[in-house]
Structures are given as structure tokens and as C-alpha cells.
Antibody, heavy 118, light 107 residues
Framework: QVQLQESGPGLVKPSETLSLTCTVSGGSISSYYWSWIRQPPGKGLEWIGCIFHSGSTNYNPSLKSRVTISVDTSKNQFSLRLSSVTAADTAVYYC????????????WGQGTLVTVSS | DIQMTQSPSSVSASVGDRVTITCRASQGISSWLAWYQQKPGKAPKLLIYAASSLQSGVPSRFSGSGSGTDFTLTISSLQPEDFATYYC?????????FGPGTKVDIK
């Protein structure tokens, strides 16, 4: 059974960089697309971007100038960095796997709340 | 970006009711449409992919239909565990986008 687990600081100061890691267990990261999706408190879902095991990426244009997603296949992990954060970046951040069926997200991490505040 | 809309934004229903949620894309997305269920404090759960394919382990009372720009999620007989928020998501192109959600609550 594939499992995803997000890790990283729960509090980030404004203007600093948010960094999260997603560890994949129960399966290899060396296939599929791996994504980051976020959800501000009480709001809907926003796709941040994705990475293939080869390292190719796609980002949401609304965040592209601030986002970097990377993969470490040796650790079965992929990571998110979001720079110059503001309060608007406060959200629950999910990592997810784009599965074989219809490019949908079949496995998700439990989510981690990141609050941007001084 | 492809914009996704959902209707209604909320629906009050009783156990046993048939519930239908509609999702519309701002441009054609063929059958690249998924439906998710989310309960408070939990990650979304995939229900339907490719517009009408039932994800493994999901009860058969859930069904999806549609193609192009108009899609429907139907719960044939609402169960207590189905009270949640439902999201559609287009997978036709980047950036992936989600609908705003439909909350199904108890009447």
C-alpha cells in the first residue's frame, strides 16, 4: 500500500521560504507524476505543481516565479520550496500521486498545515 | 487556465436520497475529469476518474458521467458516511484545476 507523508516546519515567517518534503513508502517514486496541492483554511483546492521521476516539472503559472519542486529518487522523496511567502500562502499542503487512471490523484498525504506569520 | 464550476454549492439531503452534483469546464476536456470526496480534517479521496470510472474500493452507489464540458456525479442512495464536500478536477491540461466544491449536509 502506497503511503505519502509530508514533513516540514509548521510556521514560516513572511518573506521567507517554505520548504516541505514528501516521503513515499510502499512503492517506488521512480514512476508516476508526483504533485503538491494546497488548501487554505476553509477554502478549496489549489494545484501547485508536479514532478516526474526524471525531474521534469510543471508549475501553476500563478506561483511559478516562487515555486521549485525537486525529487530525490535515492530517498524516495520529493520536495516543495515556495519563496517570498505571505499570509496568503497559509494553507494545508498535500502531496499526492498522479495515478494511472485518468491522470487523477489516487494517493494523498495526510496534509500539513503551514502558517505564515511573524 | 481551465475554469471549473460546480453546482449547487451546497445541498441538504436525507439518508437514502439520490444526489446529483454538476461540474462544468470552461473549455472541452474530453473525459479528463475526476471527482473527490473530502471530509473535515482529511485529505481528499478519489472517487471517480476519467469521468466515469469508479476507483477501486469506492461503493457502486457513486457514479460519474459526461464528457466535453459538462459532467455529473451521482450518489444513488445517500449514506451517513457520504456527508462531505465533493470536488471535481480537470486533468486535460496544466495547470490542473479544481472546482470550488459542493457540500452535502444532513437535511
Amino acid at each position: 500500500q502506497v503511503q505519502l507523508q509530508e514533513s516540514g516546519p509548521g510556521l514560516v515567517k513572511p518573506s521567507e521560504t517554505l520548504s516541505l518534503t514528501c516521503t513515499v513508502s510502499g512503492g517506488s517514486i521512480s514512476s508516476y507524476y508526483w504533485s503538491w496541492i494546497r488548501q487554505p483554511p476553509g477554502k478549496g483546492l489549489e494545484w501547485i505543481g508536479c514532478i516526474f521521476h526524471s525531474g521534469s516539472t510543471n508549475y501553476n503559472p500563478s506561483l511559478k516565479s516562487r515555486v521549485t519542486i525537486s525529487v530525490d529518487t535515492s530517498k524516495n522523496q520529493f520536495s516543495l520550496r515556495l519563496s517570498s511567502v505571505t499570509a496568503a500562502d497559509t494553507a494545508v499542503y498535500y502531496c499526492a500521486r498522479q495515478g494511472e487512471g485518468g491522470r487523477s490523484y489516487d494517493y494523498w498525504g495526510q496534509g500539513t498545515l503551514v502558517t505564515v506569520s511573524s | 487556465d481551465i475554469q471549473m464550476t460546480q453546482s449547487p454549492s451546497s445541498v441538504s439531503a436525507s439518508v437514502g436520497d439520490r444526489v446529483t452534483i454538476t461540474c462544468r469546464a470552461s473549455q472541452g476536456i474530453s473525459s479528463w475529469l475526476a471527482w473527490y470526496q473530502q471530509k473535515p480534517g482529511k485529505a481528499p479521496k478519489l472517487l471517480i476518474y476519467a469521468a466515469s470510472s469508479l476507483q477501486s474500493g469506492v461503493p457502486s452507489r457513486f457514479s460519474g458521467s459526461g464528457s466535453g464540458t459538462d459532467f455529473t456525479l451521482t450518489i444513488s442512495s445517500l449514506q451517513p458516511e457520504d456527508f462531505a464536500t465533493y470536488y471535481c478536477q480537470q486533468a486535460n491540461s496544466f495547470p490542473r484545476t479544481f472546482g470550488p466544491g459542493t457540500k452535502v449536509d444532513i437535511k
